[in-house]
């Protein structure tokens, strides 16, 4: 079903079975294959693919030349950048059907991934986690994080409006509060988990 204020380019292929929200636009060369679901307001570049099965949530911006394979979970918000490469099987060989040991790739609200990199199958990103362009996730990347590299480490912290934290990757002691100087959000780093400190009930944050 694909709802009538969606756009999909003449060159592009949305098969019967498939799902398309409100306000989508799907641009040159796209092929969704039945059966995938792709929310509100999204946007797919040149040359996307989006397999069967496959879940996007609402406001995913996937830029060009990006395929989505079976086994991958787009919630609301998230970014791919051009170019980047998820992955569903973790040991493939042409010879052997593997169609039944896909990994699930989950990518939680609001996370970004940069240009060229590549998602692991079997990875979730939490939630406004960011991947640097380049970088290679072979594991969990907790919400906030900022990855980069190959393989992908952990560097420091993202606001959620996409700025960078002055926090550490990890405190051993005592919290840290800390003020997203953009967007005025607060946090708080407790060990090695950055959360909200709206979600914490405390209002005191610096």
């Known amino acids: 079903m694909i709802d009538s204020t969606a756009y999909i380019h003449p060159s ?4 019967d079975g498939a799902k398309v929200g409100a306000g989508t636009k799907i641009w040159h060369f796209c092929h969704v294959i039945s059966g995938a679901e792709i929310g509100e307001r999204c946007s797919l570049g040149q040359n996307v693919v989006v397999m069967g099965s496959v879940r996007i949530g609402d406001n995913v911006k996937i830029q060009n030349n990006v395929s989505v394979y079976e086994g991958v979970v787009l919630e609301d918000d998230v970014f ?4 980047m490469v998820f992955t569903n099987v973790i040991n493939p060989r042409s010879h052997v ?3 039944h040991e896909y990994r699930q790739t989950r990518v939680r609200r609001g996370a970004s991934i940069g240009a060229n990199a590549t998602i692991v ?10 991947v640097g362009a380049g970088a290679v996730v072979s594991r969990d990347v907790p919400a906030y994080a900022l ?7 952990q560097i420091g912290w993202m606001c959620q409006c996409g700025e960078r934290l002055p926090l550490p990757v990890a405190t051993p002691d005592a919290a840290v ?3 997203c100087e953009a967007c005025g959000t607060r946090f708080l780093l407790i ?10 009930g405390d209002d005191a944050a610096a």
């Open 97 to 99: 059907s593997r169609k």
């Open 177 to 179: 509060r800390s003020r």
């Open 80 to 83: 791919c950048g051009p170019s």
């Open 147 to 153: 990855v980069v590299g190959v393989p992908a480490r």
């Open 12 to 15: 592009s292929f949305v098969d």
């Open 121 to 130: 199958c079997g990875a979730t990103l939490g939630e406004y986690a960011f």
């Open 191 to 200: 060990g090695d988990e950055l959360r909200r400190a709206e979600d914490q």
